[in-house]
């Protein structure tokens, strides 16, 4: 198996060249305004080292490129290149005084709100028609969109994970109309919970165009280079999708980078289960790793002020970083950090402003800068700004810990000097070498994944398990998964609240390795 | 405290306190918080009275949705249904109503009463049957009471309404009228049996929407000045610091009809090296640290995301949540052998005497 994998992230994009389970290249580029020259640079830059060709000079065969970006989720934050979108929620009666867009933020919503149109249809929790779909009123609606010169459209459905029928025939009968239409379904993106699960249906409508031609650029980018290779885009949930799969549901791409250190964490230690702390620039996140894979939140998720149910890594962040200010009386470290400004602000480097880096060049552990221009900080000061620097990565990762016992934390990112040997609740600290391309090492071992998520009834709750896993397993496999490497991690089961008989919600998410292209 | 006028601000707040006193149970409000803000869009306006104004023989709507809270977020709370359900205890009874009540403070139905006052123009009592969440009818202070027990209606958004007219007891109300709902896809807004105005003065909970205003606020703030949100709790509420730990544990089983199983936590801070679980019926009913009983109801076991404050329901809850465990005083009402009799822990089947959190 031999895969690059790219990290674009704010101030470096960086790709590395894993081989048979060993990283054999690893180069950074900077990040540009357009991010696909930054991609198209670094994959130049690690060609540039030779490690994509073999000893006869003959280029290797690349099975994979994944693309690790957070090009999505800033066009959201950013409102930036986003498109109008078409909401058609099929739920009537129900839902009336709750329709399409309502808990946006304002300023959002009048972006991307295209129009709304409300039909009959949709489900009972136990898989029953709530209501026939109103195809009439569906037709009726297709015609009004493609009148509204709307061509993006975001169709939900009252229980569609429990039965997507409804949603699949409203976006036959749209497309019957609007034949070049975007049509996202909020079936292909999951969970229980009508809004949430809109909202995330229209961001991803909203994504429509930026994501064809982000995903063609980054086509672009590798065929340039040279590189005969399937494109990947990574996921939040430290998975990849094909890139026709992330083409059409972009915002699973959404928290992809930070997920990618973790997983990059995990393979470089060789540890599954581990706390992980990735020190960047300005700040540093704390993650669990449970099966190799980061713990997710809990919590609804808001992106750019909307509520969604997106998988995200759970992740503490704090100000601390390699460009972390330093105050010396009364000691504080951050949160403002000189960031990408590092090579020029910082003491060390003929600026003015005292940072972590800089103790680190005065304290020896690298050599950096001009070591002369922080003489004046003694070993002592800078033992206690470590000191306090530790303090601060100490209190993170008991915050984030589940367990009363130590455990092994793994420390990455380019800011990982910061991070002590030894640190109480922690066994072990784990530095690991190319831990500063920990998010391109993980973009490029990414998985795939598949889940379920779903109501059973009438089963044993084994059966109902059983039934969500062989469901989760084939949505792995055609998202490009190899079945024989399926491994199930995570499986939960709730009865229903209120309801009698056995009826029960299941989620199961199994993973698997990227099936070798034919 | 007189008649006034429920701000946007007020329901915003008691979003995050009814979802507080629901104790794990009644779903969580925010789909009725966002019908109210369409309704204040619309510049409709809600008064809160407090009971004490109501007249001996006003004639009060009891507000209440029931069924799964899994199903209410997909066939979102509209207010024109629950507002239906209101309608039609009218004109059954053939009088109308001059204010409305919630039959429980806790979680969604905490706001539904607001609806239906927006509708019907009239103000909503300040006052509540629960004084939180419970899973079932006969869990009330007007159950307690005796009072009686019907006429009930339960409608559906598709146009089916249901008139109960006539059970002879609490527990057949909740049998009967739970069949419909489940007919009716797990979701019904009811009106539950009116009261006059003299038995919600003898009867009800009072003060629980002001109360859960208070507790939403001083959370909020606490959010927004990055205070300590639980702090925040107590500053407002006669309640007690139980526990701080991490979720190691949920096990979940549904029998007749409801949820039911134990959340397992561990230490953290002070709380290091001590376990604590909580078993719920939908609700938390009963907490107990390293196998020793700790809180019970009728005490309020409220378990609250650590950073956020925010309630933490049982359906919800997950493997590795940061919470913190406060528990409040139940209703006097509920104190007395006739009300544990009702909500005591051996009406959820736990062989245990009632002994309060607030006894020493």
């Known amino acids: 198996m031999r895969r690059i994998g790219i990290d674009v992230g704010g101030t470096n994009t960086d790709a590395v060249l894993i081989e048979e389970g060993r990283v054999v290249g690893a180069v950074k580029a900077p990040t540009s305004q357009d991010v696909t020259t930054g991609i198209l640079d670094s994959l130049k830059k690690l060609a540039a080292t030779g490690v994509l060709r073999g000893a006869d000079g003959t280029p290797k065969k690349v099975d994979g490129v994944m693309i690790g970006t957070t090009h999505f989720i800033n066009a959201v934050v950013q409102r930036r290149h986003l498109t109008k979108v078409a909401a058609l929620r099929l739920g009537l009666p129900s839902g009336a005084s709750l329709p399409p867009f309502c808990d946006w933020p304002e300023d959002l919503a009048t972006l991307v709100r295209g129009g709304v149109w409300m039909v009959e249809g949709g489900h009972e929790y136990d898989g029953r028609p709530f209501m026939p779909l109103d195809e009439a009123a569906v037709l009726k609606a297709a015609h009004e969109m493609k009148a509204a010169g709307l061509r993006s459209v975001g169709i939900s459905s009252v229980f569609s994970p429990l039965d997507p029928s409804h949603e699949k025939r409203a976006a036959e009968l749209v497309a019957s109309v609007i034949p070049d239409a975007a049509i996202t379904c909020s079936s292909d993106l999951g969970r229980i919970g009508l809004l949430e699960r809109e909202n995330a249906g229209l961001l991803n409508a909203a994504l429509a165009d930026l994501s064809r031609d982000t995903i063609a650029a980054f086509e672009k980018a590798i065929r340039d280079s040279g590189i005969a290779a399937p494109l990947f885009i990574t996921q939040n949930d430290g998975t990849v999708a094909e890139a026709s799969q992330a083409r059409r549901l972009p915002v699973y791409s959404f928290a992809s980078g930070a997920t990618n250190s973790m997983r990059g964490a995990a393979y470089l230690s060789g540890l599954s289960d581990a706390m992980v702390i990735d020190v960047g620039g300005t700040t540093t996140d704390v993650g669990q790793l449970k099966l190799g894979f980061p713990r997710e939140a809990n919590s609804v998720v808001k992106v750019g002020g909307v509520r969604t149910l997106f998988r995200m890594p759970d992740l503490l962040s704090i100000g601390l970083g390699g460009g972390s200010h330093v105050v010396l009386d009364p000691l504080s470290i951050g949160p403002v950090s000189v960031g990408y400004r590092l090579l020029t602000d910082a003491i060390a480097f003929g600026g003015t402003q005292l940072t972590t880096t800089d103790v680190a060049v005065a304290a020896g552990v690298f050599d950096l800068g001009d070591r002369t221009k922080v003489a004046h900080l003694d070993a002592a000061t800078c033992a206690r700004v470590f000191s306090e620097a530790a303090r601060l990565a100490e209190e993170a990762v008991d915050r984030m810990k589940t367990e009363a016992g130590d455990v092994p934390l793994i420390a990455v990112g380019g800011g990982a000097f910061l991070i002590p040997e030894k640190m109480a609740g922690v066994s072990q600290v784990i530095h690991v070498e190319h831990g500063d391309c920990a998010n391109a090492v993980g973009a490029a071992i990414a998985q795939v994944s598949g889940e379920c998520d779903q109501i059973f009834k009438d089963m044993t709750r084994v059966e109902a398990i059983e039934a969500a896993q062989q469901i989760a397993n084939d949505r792995a496999v055609a998202a490009g998964a190899d079945r024989a490497t399926l491994l199930t991690i995570e499986s939960e089961d709730m009865p229903l609240a209120y309801l009698p008989g056995n009826s029960v919600r299941v989620r199961v998410r199994v993973v698997g390795d990227v099936a070798a292209t034919a | ?360």
Not at chain 2, 328 to 351: K, M, Q
């Open chain 2, 1 to 360: 405290m007189s008649r006034r006028e429920i701000t946007e601000d007020d329901i915003e707040s008691l979003a995050v306190g009814a979802w507080i006193l629901g104790t794990g149970g009644g779903g969580n409000p925010y789909l009725s918080l966002l019908n109210m803000r369409v309704l204040y869009r619309e510049g409709r306006r809600v008064q809160l009275m407090p009971a004490s104004d109501l007249g001996d023989a006003d004639w009060v709507g009891v507000i209440a949705n029931m069924g799964a809270p899994l199903v209410g977020i997909e066939r979102l709370t509209d207010h024109e249904t629950i507002a239906r359900a209101a309608r039609l205890m009218e004109e059954h009874t053939g009088r109308r109503f001059d204010a409305v009540m919630g039959m429980e403070i806790g979680g969604g139905n905490g706001i539904r009463p607001l609806m239906v006052a927006a509708h019907l123009g009239v103000p909503v009592v300040d006052s509540d049957t629960m004084g939180r969440a419970y899973p079932e009818a006969q869990m009330t202070s007007v159950a307690v009471g005796g009072l009686k027990p019907c006429p009930l209606t339960a409608v559906d958004v598709r146009g089916l309404e249901s008139i109960v007219d006539t059970v002879p007891t609490w527990k057949w109300a909740e049998r009967i009228v739970r069949k419909i709902c489940v007919e009716y896809g797990s979701t019904a807004p009811t009106c539950q049996p009116p009261r006059t105005g003299a038995e919600v003065k003898k009867w009800g909970i009072h003060g629980t929407t002001t109360k859960a205003i208070a507790i939403g606020r001083a959370v909020r703030e606490a959010q927004r000045t990055h205070g300590d949100p639980v702090a925040a709790i107590l500053s407002v509420e006669p309640g007690r610091l139980l526990y701080k730990g991490k979720v190691v544990d949920v096990e979940r089983r549904a029998t007749e009809g409801f949820l039911r199983g134990v959340a397992r936590f561990e230490g953290m801070d002070d709380w290091r090296g001590s376990a604590l679980h909580i078993n719920f019926q939908n609700e938390w009913i009963v907490a107990s640290r390293d196998g020793e009983p700790l809180a019970m109801t009728p005490d309020l076991i409220c378990v609250l995301d650590a950073v956020s404050g925010e309630a933490v329901g049982t359906e919800t809850i997950r493997y590795g949540q940061r919470v913190t465990v406060i528990a409040l005083p139940g209703p006097d009402i509920f104190l007395t052998p006739e009300g544990l009799a009702h909500v005591g822990p051996r009406a959820f089947g736990y062989d245990l005497d009632f002994r309060s959190v607030f006894a020493s």
